[in-house]
C-alpha cells in the first residue's frame, strides 16, 4: 500500500522550539511538496523538490524555515525558532517525475505552538 | 488576483441533487488541472484529473475545462452526504511541476 508517511501526527511545543517534521515520499516518486494548511489561508506551497534538487522555497519565511532532502526517502522540514504563527496543519506530498501530474498526499502534521 | 480562485462556499445542496463546484486560474499556459476531495480532519485526495477542453466523467463526478476562459468546474451528480466535504481545485504552473490549489469550497449535502 503505496502511501505518503509523515511525523510525527501531532506536535506541540513551546514558542522559540526548534521543530522538525519529516516525511517519506512514495517510492518512486522524484517530486516532493511541503504545503502548510489553515483556515485563512488554505494550502499553501511552501516549497518543493525535484529529484532532491530544491526548485522553489519562494513560499517559506527563510528567516526560520529551511527543507531538505537528506535521501531520495526523506523529506524535512525545519522551523527554528518555533513561533504561535505557526501553528497549522503541514502536509508533505509527492508525485512522479513527469510535469503536469498529479500529487499524493500524507496525513500531516498538526503543529501547535504556545 | 489569486492564481487559483474558487467560490469558498458553504455550498449547501440536497440530497440527490447535483453540486457545481467552480474554479478559475490565472496561468494560461498550464496544462493539467486537478480536483482533490478533503473530509474535516483528513489529508486531501485526489477524484478528478482533466487534459482536456470539454467534459470528462468518472461515476457520479464530471469534470469540465474550458482552457480559453481558463475555468474548470467538478459536478457531482445524486450528490450524497457522504460527499460532504472541501473540494480543492490545484492547477500545476506552466512548468508542470509547481501546483497551486484553490481555497477550497466546503459542500454540505443535507439528507
Known amino acids: 500500500d503505496a502511501r505518503v508517511t509523515q511525523t510525527p501526527r501531532h506536535k506541540v511545543t513551546e514558542m522559540g522550539q526548534e521543530v522538525t517534521m519529516r516525511c517519506q515520499p512514495i517510492?518512486?516518486?522524484?517530486?516532493v511538496f511541503w504545503y502548510r494548511q489553515t483556515m485563512m489561508q488554505g494550502l499553501e506551497l511552501l516549497a518543493y523538490?525535484?529529484?532532491?534538487?530544491?526548485?522553489?522555497d519562494s513560499g517559506m519565511p527563510k528567516d526560520r524555515f529551511s527543507a531538505e532532502m537528506p535521501d531520495a526517502t526523506l523529506a524535512t522540514l525545519k522551523i527554528q525558532p518555533s513561533e504561535p504563527r505557526d501553528s497549522a496543519v503541514y502536509f508533505c506530498?509527492?508525485?512522479?517525475?513527469?510535469?503536469?501530474?498529479?500529487?499524493?498526499f500524507g496525513q500531516g502534521t498538526r503543529l501547535t505552538v504556545v | 488576483q489569486k492564481e487559483v480562485e474558487q467560490n469558498s462556499g458553504p455550498l449547501s445542496v440536497p440530497e440527490g441533487a447535483i453540486a457545481s463546484l467552480n474554479c478559475t486560474y490565472s496561468?494560461?499556459?498550464?496544462?493539467?488541472f486537478f480536483w482533490y476531495r478533503q473530509y474535516s480532519g483528513k489529508s486531501p485526495e485526489l477524484i478528478m484529473s482533466?487534459?482536456?477542453?470539454g467534459d470528462k466523467e468518472d461515476g457520479r463526478f464530471t469534470a469540465q475545462l474550458n482552457k480559453a476562459s481558463q475555468y474548470v468546474s467538478l459536478l457531482i451528480r445524486d450528490s450524497q452526504p457522504s460527499d460532504s466535504a472541501t473540494y480543492l481545485c490545484?492547477?500545476?504552473?506552466?512548468?508542470?511541476?509547481?501546483?497551486?490549489f484553490g481555497a477550497g469550497t466546503r459542500l454540505f449535502v443535507k439528507a
Open positions: 496561468d494560461r499556459g498550464s496544462q493539467s
Open positions: 490545484a492547477v500545476p504552473n506552466t512548468g508542470g511541476f509547481k501546483t497551486i
Open positions: 523538490f525535484r529529484n532532491r534538487a530544491p526548485l522553489d
Open positions: 506530498a509527492s508525485g512522479r517525475d513527469i510535469r503536469n501530474t498529479e500529487a499524493f
Open positions: 517510492l518512486g516518486h522524484n517530486t
Open positions: 482533466i487534459y482536456s477542453n
